[in-house]
């Protein structure tokens, strides 16, 4: 699943470290994230919208696999 | 997350518990090796000695590296509870599981051409053993997840 969280998080000049603290979890789950390696969870995804200010649809993208 | 002083105390607890077991541990094996007037459980005695000695010294570094820097605590358990963390050490457990599973069942094989009949059988037994272990877990994590 695609995402815009390191876009974002650049543009407010946030630090991976400091996201990370703010939601409690590690820096290298925030890192995992924004490389696509990683899919949050519902609860971390509403979390990371929650911090955001934002929709979880303007920050994860879901596109559909092709079959 | 938990606040940060409880989470302080519960690692000071763990980390007092783990040298006093140690300490136990390791004078009560040195203790039972010195009234043993036999050889009969000398192995044993040695194991507990240094497993007490393992936890004492790892509870002491412990000690010293939380007295240095206190936000090690909050790391850690900002890693034991990560999400991501818990997802990896899930499936790393299960391919283990797995992994196990195989290496046992080669290792009757083998015992039983090697004609190790009672080595086999009780190998057997862990298989077995792991085999209705895991499916009950899997049932009772069905019923609650």
């Known amino acids: 699943m695609k995402n815009r969280l390191e876009q974002i998080r650049k543009e407010r000049a946030i630090k991976q470290e400091d996201l990370a603290h703010a939601l409690g979890v590690s820096r290298q789950t925030i890192c995992s994230l924004e490389n696509g390696r990683y899919n949050p969870s519902i609860l971390l995804a509403f979390k990371i919208a929650r911090y955001f200010g934002m929709a979880i649809e303007e920050i994860f993208i879901y596109e559909e696999e092709e079959s | ?145």
């Open chain 2, 1 to 145: 997350m938990k606040n940060p002083l409880c989470v302080f105390k519960r690692s000071r607890a763990f980390t007092v518990v783990l040298i006093a077991l140690g300490a136990v541990l390791f004078l009560g094996g040195i203790l039972l090796v010195l009234l043993e007037r036999s050889d009969r459980y000398t192995m044993f005695y040695g194991f507990l000695t240094g497993l007490g000695l393992c936890w004492l010294v790892i509870g002491c570094i412990r000690h010293w590296r939380i007295k240095r820097n206190p936000a090690i605590v909050l790391e850690e358990e900002i890693d034991q509870k990560d999400e991501r963390h818990q997802a990896i050490r899930s499936r790393a457990g299960y391919y283990t599981f797995l992994l196990w599973f195989v290496l046992l069942f080669v290792s009757i094989i083998a015992l039983v051409f090697l004609s190790y009949k009672t080595a086999s059988l009780v190998l057997c037994g862990v298989l077995v053993l792991m085999a209705v272990t895991f499916l009950l877990f899997y049932a009772l994590l069905q019923k609650r997840m």
